[in-house]
């Protein structure tokens, strides 16, 4: 009998070290009454999926030149990602490393390829969140932090809150020692002519009275993108984490704050779910979009596939939310749909084969 117990209790402790088995190690049940199966359940495929925005990605006004590079830095990504994966990392250590890469590249709309706001000053956003204990930890308004995903991991991990805006954040991500940077490492000439555009076609064409928002999209303002990144991954404990990091758009007004770091908004990740957006912020907080795909996972039992699509492809393109998402369940499988002409995106799983598209066909 009490053999009988010691083995039960060491399968027990077996399943929680090595859940990533999928199964409890095959010992006759101490409960003769109670049928157990010992059938293994397939495993979890873990994997990393990244976005580095979406928006009207016309193929003419992508050069050659310019896709291969884009191409590159998101591979690059992936790679960091599934490396630490791979290793048996976490999934919160392989997102917030995929993320790091987008930020420091200035092709994406995050950390040094921030856009510019109505002032011509740059304000990130970030968020970072830990599906397995709920954890989460956000960050808006930094001007000065090199890598603002680092600095929502540090509010996260090190302070006793989930979101930290401004001023006070960058006091705190000084405490700990982040690497802060003086404004002008986020001036790019791209990103800079772009608010030009904008402002001129503003002119052009005042924002029409009664707008809700201080930001509005000038007709002109169509050809945007988004270009914000983000990541999802599953480890091999099978545990999934969700990070955004984003710029905002460009010609934001007023201490602006999208729905990247703003948690069922634009990130969010449960046991079940994970998921990272990117565009229209404002349709995508009044949506709780993040949220509306875990929940209907968890609630309705739909495919992550059938739930990503149904809030993007659908409740989305209704209210005139441009944009996509990536999302992840607790098995690996991946859905990253989008309603705009394009989203950067990518996939590494446990082959560690690496696709990386662009376009809807690729
Ligand atoms: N969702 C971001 C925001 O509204 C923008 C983007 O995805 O590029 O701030």
Redesign the pocket.
């Known amino acids: 009998m009490i053999a009988v117990r010691l083995r039960s209790l060491a399968a027990i402790a077996l399943g929680a070290l090595f859940p990533s088995l999928g199964c409890s190690p095959a010992l006759p049940s101490p409960r003769p009454d109670v049928e157990t199966t010992n059938a293994p359940r397939p495993a979890p495929r873990w994997g990393i999926a990244i976005h580095g ?3 009207v990605l016309d193929r003419a006004s992508l050069s050659p030149e310019r896709e291969a590079e884009t191409r590159a830095v998101l591979a690059a990504s992936l790679e960091a990602g599934h490396g630490i994966l791979a290793k048996g990392g976490s999934s919160l250590d392989a997102v917030t490393a995929a993320i790091r890469i987008l930020e420091d590249s200035p092709l994406f ?1 995050a950390g040094k390829g921030a856009v510019f706001t109505h002032e011509g000053t740059n304000e990130l ?1 970030a968020a970072l969140m830990n599906g397995h204990t709920r954890e989460a930890g956000a960050v808006a308004g930094l001007r000065h932090v090199r890598n603002p995903i680092t600095l929502a991991r540090s509010v996260m991990e090190k302070s006793p809150h989930v979101m930290m805006i401004g001023e006070g954040a960058e006091r705190f991500a000084e405490q700990e020692g982040l690497e802060l940077v003086p404004e002008r490492y986020f001036y790019t000439e791209e990103r800079w002519q772009a608010l030009q555009r904008a402002l001129a076609a503003e002119k052009k064409a005042p924002p029409p009275q009664g707008k809700p928002q201080g930001f509005w999209e000038s007709p002109a303002g169509r050809d945007h ?4 990144v983000g990541a999802v991954a599953l480890d091999q404990a099978g545990h999934l984490a969700a990070g ?1 990091s ?4 460009t010609n ?1 007004r007023f201490g602006r ?4 770091p703003i948690i069922g908004a ?1 990130t969010y990740a449960d046991e079940g779910c994970a998921v990272s ?6 349709y ?1 907080i009044r949506y709780t979009v993040a949220r509306d795909v875990c929940a209907r996972v968890d609630y309705a039992g739909m495919t992550i596939g059938a739930a990503a699509d149904r809030v993007v492809m659908d409740i989305l393109v209704k209210a005139g939310g441009e ?1 996509g998402l990536i999302a992840m369940d607790a098995q690996g499988n991946v859905a990253m749909p989008f309603n705009s002409k394009g989203m950067y995106r990518g996939y590494m799983g446990a082959d560690g084969i690496t696709s990386v598209s662009i376009f809807r066909d690729r």
């Open positions: 925005g979406a928006g709309n956003d993108k988004f270009g914000t955004t984003t710029g905002g758009m934001k704050v999208g729905d990247s634009g957006a990117t565009g229209h912020g404002e995508f944009g």
